[in-house]
């Protein structure tokens, strides 16, 4: 869907929120027990498609590494906010 590159990308999730990264993603990840319902997810995947997913997923999953790219959803998670609550103050 997406041209560019693909990267590893690391998140993490909680253990019942796995249906949605196998729905997307394949079986093609490496999951990591962190112990209290916690996963350390890791996928190679195009980097702009992620960062979509990420947003998309925003309430399960937490983008880990790579650090810039965790940054680009944080800014994009920001912008959103920023107009949401713009548009809330102006009723």
Known sequence: MYGGESVRVRFRMAENDLDHVVDWFGTDVRVKDLGDDQLEVSVTCNRQAFKYWAIQYGT???VTE???LRREVAEAIAEMHHKYQKNE???
Do not use: L
């Open 60 to 62: 399960v999953i937490e």
């Open 66 to 68: 790579p650090p810039d």
């Open 89 to 91: 103050e102006s009723k």
